[in-house]
């Protein structure tokens, strides 16, 4: 099925991708992970991106050129779509607009019913764009729920269609929870039918992430820890029986990061380069931010950091809850984060109230995180479940030692400090509340006071191997094996 010269052909289908539209870790992944895989092995592999175009990549109007226009049937629904093409480094991708995309709004409404007609009538165009190009895959790669139709489809609407036949399909879980619910009035009215899977529970039967899963040839896990966190009844979002079940076709694979974009050597956004080499100069940013927010200026206070979506998954309020308990200690605090009103509200209290020692952005701002990522001491990241986080990746790059909750991709991406300080890239803990945020920052806190220590942990962490290539090379062994049968 590989074309002349013997190249895999994969279309990775995604609801975001930075840099043209980034809402969380899955805009990283879908910007970084295609462009390794072109990068590292284009001998072997022609991978290609499409993705909605949304407004805020109009408003962006990356460089772009229109390739042209097809319709397609879904039930009684005739969708007009236009497409166009771009590029992110090096990767052609695919921009879809069609009535149902083409709105004034953000990637994702919270709107159920909006969102479920734009990712669910994506996931039909993104196959029909093929079919227009004539450009026959033999590699669907997925992403969570908002393409996870597309995966379905193959395997009803277009079972017998000889355009896809042999279309080999993988499902990459960036989140179990966010399953797409809400999204069953627009699947009715664009003729989707449920799974048959009778390994499902009812209520996934028609539920698109479930859909998907049972319908892929392979699921990935954006970490091993959470694929095997999600055979449980803790993490499995009731579909841990079918995982079990089906645990032969789940793996896990840690994602990578950036490097050339997360590099604090060259990085533009923060006011001192530095590097393990060039270590000393690293605190000159924290001294900048201090002088900025007002804060006492000394570089022996530990200047603690989130980066973060508001919510409740994060285990935010864990940290509104510590921080009291740890007022008599010496440190300083900086948040950047947006999402949940609520959160919002109390982190913006916080730091009325303590306005010497707390500042928060209740904002989405790239350079204020590359700022705090490369300016903190110690960087929390307390998530009640975490898929894989690339946060505490960036931040372990910049020499920022996260304080994390041992869960998914944190316990496999942070080597503990109780494992051993020698080798060791941050502090993990086990007890997932605000008395176990307490203990585990407490020890950072004293742990930060031996500077010989915490400076050859920061070196340990600023060396630590995430780029991509490891895991796209995993990728690409997946693609091969998928079409070995
Ligand atoms: P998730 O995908 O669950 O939100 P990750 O840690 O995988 O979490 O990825 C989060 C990404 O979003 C990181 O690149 C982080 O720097 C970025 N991010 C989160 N909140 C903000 C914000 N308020 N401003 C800028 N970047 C943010």
Same mark, same amino acid.
């Given at each position: 099925m590989t074309d002349k010269a013997g190249k895999i052909k994969v279309l990775f289908a995604s609801a975001e991708a930075a $840099?043209?539209?980034?809402?969380g870790g899955l805009g990283d992944v879908a910007g970084a992970l295609p462009a390794s895989l072109l990068y590292n092995f284009a001998d072997e592999i022609d991978i290609r991106t499409i993705m909605p175009f949304h407004a805020v990549i109009k408003a962006k109007n990356p460089p772009n050129k229109k390739i042209g226009d097809f319709s397609f049937q879904a039930n009684t629904q005739q969708i007009d779509c236009e497409l166009f093409i771009s590029d992110i480094d090096g990767v052609p991708v695919y921009l879809v607009d069609n009535p149902y995309i083409n709105h004034d709004s953000p990637v994702y409404h919270g709107d159920w019913q909006l969102d479920g007609l734009k990712y669910a009538s994506f996931s039909l165009a993104l196959l029909e764009a093929m079919r227009y190009l004539d450009w026959k895959i033999d590699i669907l790669h997925a992403n969570d729920w908002h393409t996870s139709l597309a995966v379905h489809a193959l395997e009803t609407i277009y079972k017998d269609d000889p355009f896809f036949e042999g279309v080999k399909t993988i499902l990459s879980i960036h989140n179990l929870p966010y399953n797409g619910w809400g999204s069953q009035d627009a699947m009715n009215l664009l003729g989707f039918t449920a799974s048959? *899977? $009778? *390994? @499902?529970?009812d209520w996934a039967k028609f539920t698109p992430l479930p859909m998907g899963i049972a319908a892929a040839h392979k699921v990935i896990a954006v970490s091993p820890g959470y694929s095997r966190e999600i055979l449980t009844p803790e993490y499995g979002c009731g579909i841990e029986n079918y995982l079990q079940k089906h645990v032969g076709k789940i793996m896990g694979i840690l994602n990578g990061i950036d490097e050339d974009r997360w590099d604090p050597a060259k990085d533009e956004a923060i006011s001192h380069n530095f590097s393990v080499d060039q270590l000393s100069e690293r605190v000159q940013n924290k001294l900048d931010l201090q002088k900025a927010l007002d804060f006492e200026v000394d570089e022996k206070i530990p200047l603690l950091t989130i980066v973060t979506r508001l919510s409740e998954q994060k285990g935010v309020p864990s940290i509104f809850e510590a921080l009291p308990q740890l007022i008599d200690r010496k440190w300083q605090f900086a948040l950047l984060g947006s999402g949940n009103p609520e959160l919002e509200q109390r982190a913006s209290k916080l730091a009325e109230a303590h306005p010497d020692r707390i500042a928060c952005f209740v904002q989405y701002d790239d350079v204020i995180s590359h700022v705090l990522y490369a300016s903190g001491d110690i960087f929390l990241m307390p998530s009640l479940?975490? $898929?894989?986080? @690339?946060s505490q990746m960036f931040a372990m790059k910049y020499g920022n030692l996260p304080v994390a909750t041992a869960t998914g991709g944190l316990a496999d991406s942070i080597c503990d400090y109780s494992t051993d300080p020698d080798i060791a890239t941050g502090f993990l803990y086990t007890e997932k509340n605000t008395a176990g945020l307490v203990k585990s920052l407490s020890l950072a806190l004293d742990t930060f006071e031996n500077q010989e220590i915490w400076q050859l942990m920061q070196k340990n962490a600023m060396k630590t191997d995430f780029c991509w290539r490891t895991s796209a090379k995993k990728y690409l062994e997946v693609y091969k094996s998928l079409l070995r049968g």
């Open positions: $840099p043209f539209a980034k809402v048959q *899977d $009778p *390994d @499902l529970p479940y975490e $898929p894989c986080g @690339l």
